[in-house]
Nanobody, 121 residues
Framework: VQLQASGGGLVQSGGSLRLSCTASESGLTIASMRWYRQAPGEQRDFVAS???????TYADSVKGRFTVSTDTKKTTVYLQMNSLEPGDTAIYYC????????????????WGQGTQVTVSS
């Protein structure tokens, strides 16, 4: 299983971006997903998470600005980022430990390749 993250780019402070993450295998349903970010020279930090019942959690630094969601089939997870600040500049990674297709479960530590988000002041 491979995860594919997309949607990063360059945006001005106060702007918005929406990141997406989906599994490479068509139809895989995402049971849980986390977003992390890593700024240059920094450790990788938790940003947000969502699980199959729709429950979400957020890092304090993004609460009220970022929203994590899924599409109706739960094959794609989104991270809507509003009111972006220069401090949000980082490579954003998606990560899942549980996906399934029908009755077949895929459990592991699956990461997307990362997508660069740059916020200019």
């Amino acid at each position: 299983v491979q995860l594919q993250a997309s949607g990063g780019g360059l945006v001005q402070s106060g702007g918005s971006l929406r990141l997406s993450c989906t599994a490479s295998e068509s139809g895989l349903t995402i049971a849980s997903m986390r977003w992390y970010r890593q700024a240059p020279g920094e450790q990788r930090d938790f940003v947000a998470s969502i699980i199959s019942d729709g429950s979400t959690t957020y890092a304090d630094s993004v609460k009220g600005r970022f929203t994590v969601s899924t599409d109706t089939k739960k094959t794609t997870v989104y991270l809507q980022m509003n009111s972006l600040e220069p401090g949000d500049t980082a490579i954003y990674y998606c990560n899942s430990d549980r996906l399934y297709l029908g009755s077949a479960w895929y459990r592991g530590d699956y990461w997307g390749q990362g997508t660069q988000v740059t916020v200019s002041s």
